[in-house]
Structures are given as structure tokens and as C-alpha cells.
């Protein structure tokens, strides 16, 4: 029946976000179809497009069924529609993708293998049964592969791989799973696995794994680079894992097949298994069981293991019989993750002892992303796979910025408009493969998007980032925005609260101040605008000797702290033990004349100086260890002693710590009480400095220790404050690029209504 020309509409809707990749038109097409529509669906490189003819009720139905009901890795970020004239029209096709200019969509995270390929993956009767690259519109690689915008298959790394026949009828039968699955393939048409031993398909990943039980280090790629595999249980091959990243100390992540594997090596609650088996599937650092079957090498002295599940097909495939494996980038430790064929040819065979490979190219790196979970949500650790480069919205738009981040787990920002586009984790900055790899990674996303016309850099004169910008800026204005001040703004912008006034407290390691001392136990207030800061407050400085020897050892940081308090070097404190005679003599000179020491106000370094102080750890091998393993010491504590560092000078703080320890109170408890100190002296300072202000946030590296999260949290919770914690970004120097990025647009924003009121 024809409905009454009166009553037939033509709409136009334009829908922006995450829209592309996600199976959005394949949606469009169903729901139109099922509501007895006519019209198209395409994409362009801003948006997809609709247009739908008929009955005015099925029309308004489609409207509001658009963004409600679209498909689960969809994020639809804006609906704008208009009427158009009726025109002939007849079926509801997808027409080819056009090029568009403007605005661009998103580009969607890769997302693990969803359960339907799985269940085709082992299922003998399935044509891709064992196939190591099934995918569908619901899942698989994205980010990684896309070269260009549209997302279509000829602008991915699928390119060179034509459909076959029946590949290619899934491909265009809007009823299919495959519909427009742009990384479809088959064993017939896909990429193809393949083992040193010479092995291909199937047969390569059975290979692989036998290589791995023998106990060899087995070079796996991925989705966004090489992994190294091994068995997690083999304390030799793990050690050979470990000398050959020249990993010091710092914990492996392993991958096991299922949550209830997982449940066998940490405690899990709920809000954790979601995380877990979530799309974006990162490791999750979780509370390991004293029974965890893994070798003590996995994560010497960790009370925390970081656990993955598997995301792609040939993670399953090696994981079939069970077992556990230690899975870590493909990289020395101090370089960035091994991405490409030349990495396979040159930098593997130093690493691994074999390879399972394939011939799908990888376009940009991207490692796996961190997060522990905090009171049901993700506390982001690294940002990366599974979720850049989804954009953050500033809430304000302005000219297109390139935001280069800090030194130390680097990643940059892109703005486009109110959009701010955060890399995949880059690296530790200081050789020339992460320059390279930042380098390749800022050109690839500031091709997709708008031409930086602005840089933001960090304040410290020697980071490689600041200098890289220096020299790339030309005539175009830089901003050096202060280290503490980033970490604040990242925390509003990933709120949307940027131009709010807020007391921003800022605890990390090591940031250059505006006075040229080593800040890192800041207090700073921001007032509307976000872009200016005062330091309201700050910890007590104490000198720094020797600077990176000094963040190496904690034992020196905590006798400098111990000298600042007045409180004697006794042979009866461990972190005077610890040091022998000459260590002990070079250092008391070295704080008396001051050479080379600076002052700092590290809220990080007086976390290692108390870890030393209560025997905890001495020295470490890879930053936070000592405050990680203090912090799991407090966790376990039952009660503590109540002690105080009023007005952030943590001189009474210590002398009451010594004393605990003399009066033989066990460590646990004092670390314990050290953490409620500081969350205590924290709340008072905040509330001194608050004026009528009542949004505190809280940032910086420091911040990724939980307890004392919570603590603070709490502390300023209870005296009236909204607390503002990181849930997109980290708080650690990963999350700093889009803190320069909105301090960068907002300062240039500010500049134009200057210029604009005379
Ligand atoms: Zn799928
Ligand atoms: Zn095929
Ligand atoms: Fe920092």
C-alpha cells in the first residue's frame, strides 16, 4: 500500500562521531529497511550521511531509533537532519563512500575478536574454522590499519588482500555479519600466518606454541606490533626474556585463556572482569594470589600482576590447550614497540628466538593499553590500544594544536576544532626510534587531520619534546606550559570542565617549576580559563643529590629528607643501614655544599624516601617501584598510628615514623599512617587555599597509587569538595599532551578576545 503523498517525507540526517568501521551503515540500512524506507547511506570523511523517504511515522521512528539504537562501538557525537523534496526513490541502498572536506570522523580504537568469530574460529563446520584473521563488523583491527580516510578497504593495510568470491558476497549482503566489513577475508583471500620453522596457517600457530612450551621467547605479531611470548611458568625462559629487553625489575603482563584462568592468578571483582573482557581488552593490574602458578621472575616482589585476555584470533588459537603466557612488547626497554618488517628483519632476532608472523601490514604501532580499577572505573595507566585515538571534546574550539607531551611515556595530542586526539603510548623520549616513532605517529595522525597552525611543549629546557617543537615551529606561536599545570588541565579537559576554577592538586616524580627547581608536590589553583595557575602550595623542598642517582636510590632521598627534618643518621634506621661508610660521607658533604644538588618539592621522591626509610626498598630498577611496593605494604596494614605533616612539611611526619619504628610499630602500619598523612594534609591544605572554590582535582603520577587516591579522595569528599580524578588519561606524564593541548587552545582563545576588544 502507497502511503498518501501527504504524509511522505525525504530527511537528510548528517551523524558525526564514531561512526565509521563500527558497522554503522550496515545499522542504517536495517532499520530503514525494516521500517519500510527508501533512500541511502554512505560515508564521507566527516560523517555518514542518510537520506530516508516515507511514511511520516516511519520517518520520525527512524529518527529515533538513529543514535539510541546504533551498534555497541558506535559514539554517535551529533545528529543534525533537514527536509528535503520528495523524489523518486526506490529501496534503501549504500552508496560509495565521497570525500568531504571540513570536520573528519573519528577514527575507531581496534577492538578485540568479538565471540560470534571466536565461535566460528573453533567451530570445524565454519569455513574460517582456525582462521587467524576472522573478523566481522563487530570486531577486529582499525586504528592500526587505517592509512586514509574514509575508512574503506582500499585506504587499509587489507588492501592488497582482494575478496574472494564468497568474501565478497558476505561483503555486500546488507543481511550479513560481514556487511562492509572492511578486514573481512578468509583462508582463501586473507593474510597468511607463518612460522620460523617454515609452517603456514594453522599448522604455524600449533608450531609456535610447541616452541613456547620448550621454552623458548617467541616474537608474535598483532594488532598495533610484536609481542614477545614465553612461558610464564619457566622461570629460565622468563629470566631470558627479561635480560634480553634489559627489563630490570618491572613486572611482565601475562595472557591467559578465560576469565576463570585469570581467577586462578588474581582476585577479581566484577567492575574488574568487565574491564577484562571488555572490547578494548587492556591488562589489568590485578591483586595476584600467593598461589598464582607463574614464576617469580613474571613480577619479582609484586603484589599487583597485570593480566590480558585474549583480543585476537591467533591469541586464542595459542591459548587453546590452556597455559599461561608472559606477553610484553616486542622492544629493549628504553626503545619503542617492533611494528614493521624491517623491525622483524633487524630488531627480533636480538629478542626472540623465533617468530610467528603474518603478512597483514601494521600502519601505525600501538601498544597494549594499562588501567587498574578504582570504585567500579578505569584509572588509565597507558592509554593506547582499544582506545586511541578516540578524541576527548574540550567543550571549546579553537585552532588546530600540536601538544608533544612530556619526556617519559610519551604521547602527543591533536586538536581539530573541540576535538582533542591523544596518540597511542609513543615511548620513553631520548633515542632516535622513539623520535622516529613519534615522529612517523604525529604525521600520520595530523595527516588525517587538521594542520597543526600551534605547538604546546613542556617547560623543561632539556626535553627532547620541548626541542623537537622548537625546531618544527617556524613561525608558528609555541606555548610552554608548566608541568603541574598540564597534568591539571588534562584532568579538566577529560571532565569537560576546563574553565572551571579548581585546586588542582599535581603529585609526581619530577617537573621543571618556573623558578628552575624540580616541582612535584604542587598545589595550584586555576581560575576560569584554565590557561594561568598560581602555586598555592607545595611540599617542603628538600635538596635532590645528584639528581638521577638520586630518584635511582631511594635510600639517598630518604637521608636527605631525614637531614631537611633535623633527625640524626642512625646505624638503627634501615635506610642508614643501607648505605655503606663512604656513601654515607659523600652524601653529607654533597648536602652541606649543595653541589649538585637541586631543591625539589617531589611528592614522588618522599614516597621512595619513606619506602627506604621503612625498609622497603633501597634502590630500584624502573620508576615507582619503591611507592608501588610501599603502597601494597599500607593496603595490607589492618590499623595504623595516627600521625600529621601539617602544612605539607613532612618534618613531623618523619620524626613520627622514626619514633614508630623505634617503639617497633610494624612497617605496614607506619606506611599506612604515612599515606593517611599525607591524604590528611592534602585535605587541610586544598580547604586553606580553596576560597569559595569547591572542584579539587587530583593528578600527576603519584596519583596511580589507589590507596592513596582513595584516601585523598575521601578526606576532601567529606569537607564538601567535588573530587576530580583521571578516568580517560592517565595521571601520569602519559596524560600530559592534552593538558598542553587546552591550555594551548584556551591561551590562544584568550589572545583572539584580546585582540577582538581592542
Ligand atoms: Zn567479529
Ligand atoms: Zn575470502
Ligand atoms: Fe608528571
Known amino acids: 500500500m502507497t502511503p498518501a503523498l501527504s504524509t511522505v517525507l525525504r530527511r537528510r540526517f548528517v551523524v558525526t562521531g564514531v561512526v565509521q568501521g563500527v558497522g554503522f551503515r550496515p545499522f542504517v540500512w536495517r532499520l530503514a529497511t525494516s521500517l519500510g524506507l527508501a533512500g541511502l547511506v554512505g560515508n564521507d570523511s566527516a560523517a555518514v550521511f542518510v537520506e530516508v523517504q516515507g511514511a511520516a511515522a516511519a520517518v520520525d521512528e527512524f529518527a529515533r531509533r538513529l543514535a539510541a539504537d546504533a551498534p555497541p562501538l558506535a559514539q554517535v557525537a551529533s545528529v543534525a537532519w533537514d527536509e528535503l523534496p520528495v523524489a523518486p526513490s526506490d529501496g534503501f541502498v549504500i552508496v560509495p563512500s565521497r570525500v568531504a572536506d571540513g570536520a573528519r570522523t573519528a577514527i575507531p ?117 610484536y609481542h614477545l611470548a614465553c612461558d610464564a611458568t619457566s622461570a629460565e625462559a622468563v629470566a631470558s626474556l627479561r635480560a634480553r629487553k634489559a627489563r630490570g625489575g618491572k613486572p611482565f603482563a601475562v595472557m591467559v585463556r578465560d576469565l576463570d584462568a585469570a581467577r586462578a592468578l588474581a582476585e577479581i571483582d566484577d567492575d574488574e572482569a568487565a574491564v577484562l573482557t571488555s572490547p578494548a581488552r587492556p591488562v589489568v593490574l590485578l591483586r595476584r594470589r600467593p598461589e598464582a602458578c607463574v614464576a617469580d621472575g613474571v613480577a619479582p616482589g609484586s603484589p ?94 579553537g585552532p588546530a594544536v600540536l601538544a608533544v607531551g612530556g619526556e617519559l611515556k610519551n604521547t602527543f595530542c591533536l586538536t581539530d576544532g573541540a576535538r582533542a586526539y591523544c596518540s597511542a603510548h609513543i615511548g620513553d623520549m631520548g633515542t632516535l626510534e622513539t623520535l622516529q616513532a613519534f615522529e612517523r605517529s604525529v604525521a600520520q595522525l595530523s595527516g588525517m587531520r587538521a594542520a597543526p597552525v600551534r605547538l604546546a611543549a613542556d617547560l623543561h629546557p632539556s626535553y627532547l619534546t620541548r626541542s623537537w617543537a622548537e625546531r618544527h615551529a617556524g613561525d608558528r606561536p609555541l606555548d610552554l606550559v608548566q608541568h603541574h599545570h598540564a597534568h591539571v588541565a588534562s584532568l579538566l579537559a577529560e571532565h569537560g570542565r576546563l574553565g572551571e576554577p579548581v585546586v588542582g592538586v599535581a603529585f609526581d616524580g619530577t617537573g621543571f617549576g618556573i623558578d628552575g627547581t624540580i616541582w612535584g608536590g604542587e598545589i595550584l589553583t586555576l581560575g576560569a580559563g584554565s590557561h594561568r595557575f598560581t602555586r598555592a ?22 637521608l636527605s629528607h631525614l637531614r631537611a627534618a633535623g633527625i640524626g643518621w642512625d646505624a638503627d634506621l634501615p635506610c642508614v643501614a643501607a648505605c655503606g661508610a663512604a656513601e654515607l660521607r659523600l652524601l653529607a658533604s654533597q648536602l652541606e655544599s649543595g653541589a649538585g644538588c637541586v631543591p625539589t618539592t617531589s611528592m614522588g621522591r618522599l614516597f621512595d624516601a619513606v619506602a627506604s626509610l621503612l625498609g622497603v626498598r633501597h634502590a630500584v630498577t624502573y620508576e615507582g617501584q619503591a611507592a608501588i611496593e610501599l603502597e601494597a605494604l599500607a593496603a595490607a596494614a589492618p590499623l595504623a598510628p595516627a600521625l600529621r605533616m601539617p602544612g605539607l612539611d613532612p618534618g613531623p611526619l618523619l620524626a613520627g615514623l622514626v619514633d614508630g619504628l623505634r617503639a617497633g610499630v610494624p612497617v605496614a602500619g607506619l606506611a599506612l ?31 596511580q597509587n589507589v590507596l592513596l587516591l582513595r584516601l585523598t579522595g575521601q578526606r576532601l569528599r567529606e569537607r564538601g569538595f567535588t573530587v576530580l580524578t583521571h578516568r580517560v588519561v592517565p595521571p601520569n606524564d602519559g596524560g600530559l599532551a592534552l593538558g598542553q593541548a587546552a591550555v594551548s587552545v584556551l591561551t590562544a582563545l584568550d589572545e583572539q578576545r584580546l585582540i577582538e576588544e581592542g
Not at 590447550?321 to 627480533?348: H, M
Not at 635532590?544 to 630518604?558: F, H, I, K
Not at 599512617?673 to 587555599?689: L, N, P, Q, S
Open 537 to 558: 602550595a607545595h611540599l617542603a623542598p628538600v635538596p635532590l643529590p645528584g639528581g638521577d642517582v638520586a630518584v635511582r636510590n631511594p635510600r639517598r632521598m630518604a
Open 304 to 397: 599487583w600482576l597485570g593480566v590480558l585476555l585474549p583480543y585476537t584470533p591467533v591469541h586464542h588459537l595459542l591459548l587453546e590447550g590452556g597455559g599461561t603466557l608472559v606477553l610484553t612488547s616486542a622492544n629493549r626497554s628504553d626503545e619503542p614497540i617492533c611494528f614493521t618488517d624491517d623491525d622483524e628483519a633487524q630488531r627480533l632476532p636480538a629478542l626472540a628466538d623465533a617468530v610467528l608472523t603474518h603478512d597483514r601490514p601494521i600502519h601505525v604501532p600501538c601498544d597494549d593499553s594499562v588501567v587498574r580499577v578504582v570504585d567500579g572505573r578505569e584509572l588509565p595507566i597507558r592509554r593506547s590500544r582499544g582506545y586511541a585515538p578516540l578524541p576527548v571534546e574540550l567543550g571549546a574550539s
Open 673 to 703: 599512617a604515612f599515606h593517611a598523612a599525607v591524604a590528611d594534609a592534602v585535605a587541610e591544605v586544598v580547604e586553606r587555599v580553596a576560597g569559595p572554590v569547591r572542584l579539587a582535582g587530583l593528578t600527576g603520577g603519584v596519583f
Open 109 to 225: 580504537p581496534d577492538v578485540a575478536v568479538c565471540d560470534d568469530c571466536v565461535r566460528e574460529l573453533f567451530d570445524p563446520a565454519d569455513r574460517r574454522h582456525r582462521h587467524p584473521f576472522v573478523t566481522c563488523t563487530n570486531c577486529g583491527p582499525r586504528f592500526t590499519i587505517i592509512r586514509a580516510l574514509p575508512y574503506d578497504r582500499p585506504a587499509t593495510t587489507m588492501a592488497g588482500f582482494p575478496l574472494c568470491d564468497r568474501c565478497a558476497t558476505e561483503y555486500h549482503d546488507p543481511a550479513d555479519r560481514r556487511f562492509h566489513a572492511q578486514p573481512l577475508c578468509c583462508p582463501d583471500c586473507g593474510p597468511t600466518l607463518r612460522f620460523t620453522d617454515g609452517t603456514s596457517g594453522p599448522a604455524a600457530v600449533v608450531a609456535a606454541r610447541q616452541a613456547i612450551t620448550a621454552g623458548q621467547v617467541v616474537a608474535v605479531k598483532g594488532i598495533g606490533g
